[in-house]
């Protein structure tokens, strides 16, 4: 097997949850070709699931190193930096991701940011206007959804978890979302 073909295989492993076999490929990729950035994304990837932020954050760190400007990897920086509640470190991680590339995903996590600090406020026109921009991403209906079901307006938010499953008619947290 090839790099790449190794390295999909371990992804392949992450995404099945057999995380001892994908980091026992990741890190043998990280010896094999120490400039490859993906590696040590894949490792930061499994360290984050395992809840083992600080080793998460090095190795996404290694990433960074190798890939400047890849707002993936500085989004999923800015994501563990709010798991571990480095709130500033994040937003700044966040912004500098939706600079570099307007990640959908940096949009909704700067939201959950704002959520986690008292911003609601804020929170809530800057997903509207998400929304209003990328209309096709059932996610930010998702997140609306939650957001104003939170509030006690169930029937509203039923209305935005609709509009995400026509979007992503097998969006299963939606779905669930509607059952309940």
Do not use: C
């Not at 993936?72 to 966040?94: C, P, W």
């Amino acid at each position: 097997m090839d790099f790449e073909e190794k390295l999909n295989k371990g992804f392949e492993l992450y995404q099945d949850k057999d995380i001892d076999k994908a980091l026992d490929i990741a890190r043998e990729l990280q010896k094999e070709n120490m400039q490859a950035h993906e590696p040590w994304y894949l490792e930061s990837l499994i360290m984050q699931q395992l809840s083992q932020y600080d080793l998460a954050l090095d190795k996404i760190n290694e990433a960074i190193e190798i890939d400047v400007d890849n707002a993936v990897y500085i989004n999923l920086r800015g994501n563990i930096h709010m798991q571990k509640e480095d709130l500033e470190e994040a937003e700044s991680d966040f912004d500098t991701a939706i600079e570099l590339a307007n990640l959908s995903s940096a949009h909704r996590n700067k939201v959950m940011l704002m959520l986690m600090t008292d911003r609601g406020a804020e929170a809530i026109p800057y997903l509207i206007d998400r929304i209003k921009k990328d209309p096709r991403d059932p996610e930010n209906w998702i997140l609306m959804g939650d957001m104003i079901k939170r509030g006690g307006q169930e029937d509203k938010a039923r209305t935005y978890y609709e509009q995400a499953l026509q979007i992503d008619p097998d969006n299963d947290y939606a779905r669930r979302q509607l059952e309940e």
